[in-house]
Structures are given as C-alpha cells and as structure tokens.
C-alpha cells in the first residue's frame, strides 16, 4: 500500500512539476512585435513590401497549380485550369481585405 502512495506522489509531484514550468514559461516569453515605422513613408514601404510579398506567393502557388494541369488533356485540362484560375482569384480578393479602407 505505501509503495503505491509513494509513486502516486512522486507522479504527481512530476506532473505538478512539469505544469508549473510551462506556465512560467508561457508567461516569461512575450510576442515580439516589429519596430514601428517612424513615418507615414515608412509606414507605405512596410505595407507595400507586405502586398508584394504576398502577391509573390499567391502568384508561385497559381504556377505552381496550372503546372499541376500540364499532364491533363481536354475537358480535365480545362477545368484544372479554370479552378487553379479561380484560386488565385479568391486568394487575391483575400489578400486585398486586410488593406481595404474601411469607413468610421
């Protein structure tokens, strides 16, 4: 009976233990954020490398879809294309929403 105690005991105390430091950890470690731009220029150029960054990489995941269609023929072609069209087209529209003035 106490041997079961002691390791019921010495198996909470790890758990406990373990707990105990990922919470300190969590809470030691903060999100960095970016240095702020000291201007509106500055400012522009950060958004503006931002929207290209990610028109970059909407664009090389639309050649990277149409290449996907190359070995297709016909109507699959067809419509591998049209969907790898339609992607980049929801991914544009996505990607333009979080720099769309918004009134108020």
């Known amino acids: 009976m106490s041997r079961a105690i002691f390791v019921a005991l010495g198996t909470g105390t790890i758990i406990t233990s373990a707990a105990a430091i990922g919470i300190g950890a969590a809470r030691e470690?903060?999100?960095?954020?970016?240095?702020?731009?000291q201007s509106r220029a500055?400012?522009?150029?950060?958004e503006q490398a931002a929207r290209d960054?990610?028109?970059a990489l909407i664009e090389a995941r639309y050649e990277l879809a149409k290449a996907r269609c190359a070995p297709l023929r016909g109507y699959s072609y067809d419509q591998c294309?049209?969907?790898a069209h339609a992607e980049r087209g929801?991914?544009?529209?996505?990607?333009?929403d979080p720099y769309a003035v918004r009134p108020g």
């Open 90 to 96: 929801r991914a544009l529209l996505e990607g333009q």
């Open 53 to 55: 960054g990610q028109r």
């Open 42 to 46: 500055a400012l522009a150029r950060v």
């Open 81 to 83: 294309v049209i969907e």
């Open 29 to 37: 470690t903060s999100p960095q954020s970016p240095a702020a731009p």
